[in-house]
């Protein structure tokens, strides 16, 4: 992952050749969605660049958002076909072949075949926000499911490899938002209703860790382990101020 991060001014001054070049592959071997956002800048936030490239591939017709899964190699494929972002996805959440078991590396062979006769797509999961034993439970879940809500579900997944690419190479503005209405309102709610991008994942990731106000004695406890997750990738963003 990148170690020395842009501010968003420097990711406003950027030549074309050099953005495509640094957030080509923010979509996985997609180039045109880094091109199509360029004349969308200046950004003023790292949200706002994160919504901008979301928003290209919202707006995209489902034929052309097929083709986007299109792009994914299989998860515990053949590593020399992965781009570097996915060989470093992958080894995160132990899914690489090298981690894999025979049986774990058969099943997973098994149900990527299923999957893409079926759909005609690969299936994709952000590899970075989840271990092997919930990939495979996920995937043989999803070959049970009908196409749309399979497309819906990996376009959603796409936003997730988007959002920590982006986060590997952008800094992150910290906002002055308080912590307590985090907890008063929940996290469901709060990633229903929230306007960032940014804010919605960490909840989702807050919520694939496993935190829950049920989890905690008391809204000190829990404060203090929502800021220790915020805080480690930099990101605490605002969120419009909720009603009810």
């Known amino acids: 992952m990148a170690t020395s991060k842009m501010s968003i001014s420097s990711v ?22 880094a091109a199509a956002v360029i004349s969308k800048r200046p950004f003023s936030s790292f949200d706002q660049f994160v919504a901008a490239m979301w928003e290209i591939v919202d707006e995209l017709p489902d034929s052309a958002r097929a083709g986007i ?18 060989q470093k996805e992958q080894i995160c959440a132990g899914i690489n072949t090298r981690n894999l078991n025979d049986e774990e590396n058969q099943a997973m062979k098994r149900y990527n075949e ?18 092997k034993d919930g990939i495979l439970r996920q995937i043989r879940a999803s070959v049970k499911k009908d196409g ?29 938002s308080k912590i307590k209405t985090l907890i008063e309102l929940g996290f469901l709610r709060l990633a229903q209703e929230a306007h ?14 496993g935190l829950s106000r049920r ?14 997750e915020l ?4 990101c605490f963003v605002g969120y419009r101020k909720m009603r009810g």
């Open 12 to 33: 406003n001054e950027l030549d074309y050749n050099s953005f495509i070049r640094i957030f080509g592959n923010v979509v996985e071997g997609t180039p045109l969605c």
């Open 69 to 86: 899964l299109r792009n994914h190699r299989d998860l515990a494929g053949n590593r020399e076909s992965l781009s570097s972002d996915s």
């Open 114 to 131: 299923l999957y893409k006769k079926k759909f005609e797509f690969p299936f994709v999961m952000c590899s970075r926000l989840n271990k």
């Open 148 to 176: 749309d809500e399979e497309l819906k579900r990996g376009i959603g997944e796409v936003k997730k490899i988007m959002l920590l690419r982006m986060e590997d190479l952008v800094e992150c503005e910290k906002s002055n």
């Open 196 to 209: 960032s991008p940014v804010f919605i994942f960490t909840v989702q990731r807050l919520k694939y860790l």
């Open 215 to 228: 989890s905690f004695v008391s809204d000190d406890e829990l404060r203090n382990a929502i800021e220790k």
């Open 231 to 234: 805080g480690k990738s930099g």
